[in-house]
């Protein structure tokens, strides 16, 4: 059973004050007669199912229970988001096999952990109800009451022997201290209204949360988590291969041939010590190519500069090396000590700019490019446009599925948008 995300990832924006105690009050208050209709229909189905399952008819009923509680927990689940601020999750729950025979179908939801969750939640529920529905309800009342009390003072009875609340206080018998205190009193529940509301509803809303969409919870992060772990291996091997197919093409080579120049030299030091310094020439070119070959390596593995003086650096450094013009655009405030990211983050951002300059250069065509990283609150965004002729995609086989992989690790996602004949947009976002 995993957990089935039901709106957009991104959580909802939070509502104004006002708003938000209108959502939360009529959660709470419309929680209480479904609490009681859950209560009543599951309890009835359960009793019934129960008393009867020593015969045929007691099986079919306690299944057909199970099923209404999930259709309750459903109407539950969609009323959360609007209390918990999140996605609307659903758990998948457990399914016949295809040809199952109809009494395999009765038993699929009683070997179902979550349809027993639905139940407990349908009958528990009216206990939590009950409370949150007399305070909200409780609040609202004295806020009303209380703030208008001004408009129907006059229309109460009072007897000559009657104390009210201000005299009982010492405040005296006028009007004007009447209404002062009930105004007074008014006015703290009203003020303390969204509080007391958001609190109820949270109440109620989390004790949902917990038996609805808990264990759907811990499980989808537990997919999460392996999916992450498996790009992580993924991203790593590649980069393996990568880096040993570049050192066995290029630096490995050299170095070969470096030693080979070498021997001919000390053979042609006896007879012709000429040609043997012009091998030796040769041999320091093959060095010095050698040694920068190992450094434009070592500049994609983690480049000094990136641990050094941090991801602006680093991409200026990476920009200014480009084969076509790149406009940098880096949020300023990375740059500073207080600033900088997470070497993982810092690390992942500049792979992706990294690799996706090398496909535009090698594959797009392009004349130019602009390579943009902003930061909004705990989201770091990477894009890389260009103006070649499209079609790049994250098909099996294709350069952009390391950089995928690499943004999956680190929990961030990665977005393409490449029609044929361009342009291309590269976006990845990575949480900090």
């Known amino acids: 059973m ?32 479904l609490a009681v209709a859950s209560f009543v229909v599951l309890v009835v189905g359960l009793s019934v199912g129960i008393g009867l399952v020593v015969t045929v008819i007691g099986l079919p009923i306690l299944s057909g229970t199970l099923y209404v509680a999930r259709g309750l927990a459903d109407i539950e689940r969609l009323r959360l988001p609007a209390v918990l601020r999140q996605s609307r999750i659903r758990p998948q729950y457990r399914l016949p096999e295809p040809g199952a025979s109809a009494w395999r179908r009765i038993f699929v939801p009683m070997g179902d952990a979550q349809s027993w969750l639905d139940l407990a939640h349908g009958l528990l529920k009216v206990i939590v109800a009950v409370i949150t529905f007399v305070v909200t309800l409780l609040w609202w009342a004295g806020a009303v009451t209380g703030t208008l009390y001004w408009v129907y003072d006059w229309a109460l009875p009072r007897g000559p ?21 009930h105004t007074a009193i008014g006015l703290f529940f009203l003020i303390t209204l969204p509080i007391v509301a958001r609190g109820c509803a949270l109440l109620q809303a989390s004790f949902g949360r917990a038996l609805l969409t808990g264990v759907a919870e811990m499980r989808n992060r537990i997919t999460v988590l392996e999916e992450q772990k498996r790009a992580a291996v993924s991203a790593e091997a590649s980069a393996l291969r990568r880096l040993e197919r570049d050192i066995h093409d290029g630096p490995q080579q050299r170095l070969v041939r470096l030693a080979m120049d070498l021997s001919r030299a000390r053979q042609q030091l006896a007879t012709d010590p000429e040609a043997a310094g012009r091998t030796l020439d ?9 040694l920068a070959e190992l450094r434009a390596l070592s500049r994609g593995i983690a480049p000094p500069v990136l ?36 070497p993982a983050v810092e690390n992942t951002a500049y792979f992706v700019v990294a690799e996706a300059l090398t496909n535009v250069a090698k594959h797009s065509r392009a004349t130019e490019c602009l390579v943009t990283v902003t930061r909004h609150d705990q989201l770091l965004e990477v894009c890389i446009g260009d103006d070649g002729q499209g079609g790049a995609h994250l098909a099996k086989g294709h350069g952009l599925v390391g950089i995928a992989d690499r943004v999956r690790a680190v929990g961030g996602r990665l977005s393409v948008v490449s029609p044929v004949g361009g342009p291309t947009e590269i976006r990845a976002e990575l949480p900090l």
């Open 2 to 33: 995993t957990a089935v995300p039901a709106t957009a990832d991104q959580p909802p924006l939070a509502p104004s004050i006002s708003r938000q105690l209108f959502l939360d009050s009529g959660y709470v208050l419309l929680g209480l007669p």
């Open 161 to 181: 022997e009657d104390s009210d609340l201000a005299q009982l206080l010492g405040l005296g018998d006028s009007t004007i201290a009447r209404i002062g205190l």
């Open 282 to 290: 040769e041999a320091v070119t093959q060095t010095r190519e050698t």
């Open 307 to 342: 641990v050094d003086r941090g991801l602006p650096s680093a991409l200026a450094a990476l920009a200014g090396r480009g084969l076509i013009p790149i406009e940098l655009r880096v949020d300023p405030e990375l740059a500073s000590p207080a600033g900088r990211l997470d």
